[in-house]
């Protein structure tokens, strides 16, 4: 399996370089070539930053809200949002794994970080499904503790929009220690492949 790697923007470049121009290398290491020339002139100016006033932390009105769109909850293997035949197809196990994750043998702590961040990637690299690996666990009835926290993290706010489905794996996969998810295709993509 090849990844397919994004293309960084001539706005990303200059963004780059613009932060990257007052960075004092480690002793020993140098910054990249392209990073000590001139970086060059964004299209549009930035935004002037040091008038924005920061928010205060102590008052709870200023804490972030999240804006919740309306979906339907996602629950292991229920599949509301899911064509029946890609529905059938995930169950069956029959769909293409476009990459695995294992989180077995983590922290929670770790194991939250790094799926949340697998799945932003297969979502940005538009993956369609994955395969994330929790292990049984062996010191409960009710299975391991990532076991049981994987689907709720995947129902949370941070990855909910970008998950349609959540089934238990075939034997061959894992069985029941792992899952697979299916990600939403990014519809700002031109992705002809897909």
């Known amino acids: ?4 790697r994004r293309i960084v923007t001539p706005e990303e470049r200059a963004l780059w370089a613009t932060v990257m121009r007052d960075a004092t290398p480690l002793p020993g290491r140098s910054l990249a070539e ?6 060059p002139e964004p299209t549009t ?23 919740h769109v309306s979906q339907p909850p996602l629950e292991l293997g229920q599949h509301p949002n899911v064509d029946g035949r890609t529905a059938d197809r995930l169950r069956r196990g029959k769909l293409e794994i ?7 043998g983590m922290t929670q702590a770790r194991a939250h970080t790094a799926l949340v961040s697998y799945v932003h990637r297969a979502w940005n690299e538009g993956r369609r499904c994955i395969l994330v690996i929790t292990g049984k666990g062996s010191f409960s009835a009710e299975g391991g503790v990532l076991k049981r926290a994987v689907p709720r993290w995947l129902a949370d706010t941070p990855l909910r929009p970008m998950v349609l489905a959540v089934q238990p794996a075939q034997p061959r996969d894992g069985g029941e220690g792992a899952l697979y998810v299916l990600i939403k295709r990014r ?8």
Do not use: W
């Open 1 to 4: 399996m090849t990844r397919r």
């Open 34 to 39: 392209a990073m000590t020339s001139a970086p």
């Open 45 to 67: 100016p930035p935004a002037d930053l040091s008038e924005t006033p920061l928010p205060s932390r102590s008052t709870p009105s200023s804490r972030r809200t999240y804006v």
């Open 98 to 104: 476009d990459g695995r994750i294992d989180l077995h």
């Open 187 to 194: 519809r700002d993509r031109k992705d002809p492949a897909r």
